[in-house]
């Protein structure tokens, strides 16, 4: 190999490890633009996917809630009915008390269960109340469809966000405007149970205002659907997001290892050159 050859082959090594140390910084600041973007995205997903577990695990806990609330106010309310069923039953109560005991002692017995079955009707309504004041606290958010390019995911995204919005509403009007139509026919009760007759009017209305407390389980329910959907969704995501930025790290990583080596290998070379240009000279 010739000198002046071996000076050619010397600068043709040092310029594509200087073009290839150049490339592989620029792949580096790509690398972390991408980084940056999946980032961001992988942010905004995981946002939602919490969002729409926290709605999701509040919803349910209302939910269980609310049907056990139902199971004791039914179990209540067998009771108190049975026990006044019995108080107004005369052949009833010589079969299930002395006879020996007086009649003021039953009449108290009356006064007693017959007013705890009115105050019922009361309880029911405070728990509607407070069941509301939970609801408000259940922050059924919007899903931004701007940020999604498929069509599909648009469409799904639209009726996971109506429906919350629709049963919101009817949560909403169910305990306001439909709630006070409810509480009027309860405080409208302006008697004691004297007898069984009314007794059976009082039993209609409270186990009407029972079935209507129960009602707003489905509009929770329908929520809790709706947001079990967007939860898998924003879960997968943000998952498949965070891969991609993963493995745009790693390969930064390979760009800067590259770029190092790149750079090395082009100043050995330049050395080579330079100690190559020095031996010419002081040939000369």
């Not at 305990?175 to 009760?189: A, G, M, P, V």
Request: some cysteine; aromatic content about 16%.
């Amino acid at each position: 190999m010739t000198l002046n050859f071996r000076i050619l082959v010397l600068i043709v090594l040092v310029g594509i490890f200087t073009v290839s140390s150049f490339i592989f910084d620029q792949m580096v600041i790509y690398s972390e633009d991408k980084i940056r973007e999946k980032n961001f995205l992988y942010k905004r997903s995981f946002g939602n996917y919490l969002s729409s577990k926290t709605v999701m695990l509040n919803t349910r806990d209302l939910m269980t809630r609310i049907q056990v609330k139902k199971n004791f106010f039914e179990d209540r309310q067998t009771f108190l009915q049975d026990t006044v069923s019995v108080l107004f039953n005369e052949k009833l109560m010589k079969l299930t008390f002395d006879e020996n005991v007086s009649s003021d002692y039953f009449k108290n017995l009356k006064t007693i269960f017959t007013s705890r079955y009115q105050t019922l009707g009361y309880d029911i309504l405070k728990e509607c109340n407070l069941a509301y004041t939970f609801f408000k606290g259940v922050q059924v958010r919007n899903f931004d469809i701007s940020i999604h390019n498929d069509e599909k995911i648009i469409k799904a995204i639209k009726g996971v966000n109506k429906i919350n919005l629709n049963n919101s509403l009817k949560a909403h009007d169910h305990f306001t405007k439909k709630l006070d139509l409810e509480r009027k026919k309860i405080l409208s009760i302006d008697h004691d149970i004297s007898n069984m007759d009314e007794f059976y009017i009082i039993r209609e209305k409270y186990t009407k205002l029972l079935d209507y407390y129960f009602l707003h389980y489905g509009h929770l329910n329908k929520i809790n659907e709706a947001h079990a959907v967007t939860f898998d969704f924003y879960f997968k995501e943000a998952r498949n997001f965070l891969d991609e930025k993963n493995s745009f790290e790693r390969k930064r990583n390979y760009f800067i290892l590259f770029g190092v080596l790149s750079q090395i290998l082009s100043l050995f070379f330049l050395i080579f050159l330079f100690k190559t240009l020095m031996s010419l000279a002081s040939k000369k």
